[in-house]
């Protein structure tokens, strides 16, 4: 039976690049794929990993209806043996409806990927909407670190290095960006200090960190 099925994880753990290797094992078996996608790194209508994998994709408007371009491609001769949609997140509650019934209506598969929460530890309303309706959740099994070393769990944005936990859901970044907006991922606990890998070298090298001669000491 088909399926919608959400691969959930946080930044930088391989969800595009899984998403890129199910499209390259089914296309070479001679499957036809339809690609959704929205605010992706490399541009619009672009699906790319970090590890510079890229592929042509559909990007998705505000407003689109992801079921009726299906229907629409396939009444004019076109061909969708299943359908992969990646930054889902960003989709709209709407949309991921419209996924869920080009399951259960075209009997097709849909492999959506995405992060399950914002910077603020916020669900994302896409994100949401797929967990509640998906058939399957599967969170991926390549662990994210934090920069303590401990899984990271969370997503942090930054502004010129210091993480901010204000301000619009979506802005378009990167991570580990060394100016302007960036993202990291952090661990829980760090991501409650609100203290990531450029405050805490910071912190290390700080003077009221520094070890405190003794008296008497001579340098």
Not at 54 to 75: I, K, N, P, R
Not at 116 to 133: A, M
Request: glycine share 8%; charged share 25%; hydrophobic share 40%.
């Amino acid at each position: 039976m088909p399926e919608l099925v959400f691969f959930s994880g946080t930044m930088d753990c391989g969800k595009s690049t899984l998403a890129l290797q199910i499209e390259h094992n089914r296309s070479a078996r001679g499957l036809t794929g339809i690609i959704f996608t929205r605010d992706d790194r490399a541009g619009e209508g672009k699906l790319s990993s970090r590890l510079g994998l890229v592929t042509d994709a559909v990007e998705v408007e505000d407003g689109q209806d992801l079921y009726a371009y299906l229907v629409d491609h396939l009444s004019q001769g076109g061909r969708a043996d299943y359908v992969i949609a990646d930054e889902a997140q960003f989709l709209t509650p709407e949309q991921i409806d419209q996924l869920a019934r080009v399951v259960d209506d075209l009997d097709l598969d849909v492999y959506a990927f995405g992060i399950t929460t914002d910077f603020r530890s916020k669900l994302f309303p896409g994100s949401q909407r797929l967990v509640e309706l998906a058939d399957r959740v599967e969170v991926l099994q390549v662990e994210a670190l934090c920069w303590c070393g401990a899984r990271a769990t969370h997503n942090a944005r930054t502004v010129n290095g210091e993480m901010v936990v204000e301000g619009a859901q979506v802005v378009v970044g990167d991570v580990n960006q060394a100016d302007d907006i960036g993202y990291e991922v952090l661990c829980r606990r760090h991501h409650r200090r609100r203290m990531t890998a450029g405050t805490a070298r910071a912190a290390a090298l700080s003077p009221d960190v520094l070890p405190v001669p003794s008296a008497g000491a001579r340098f």
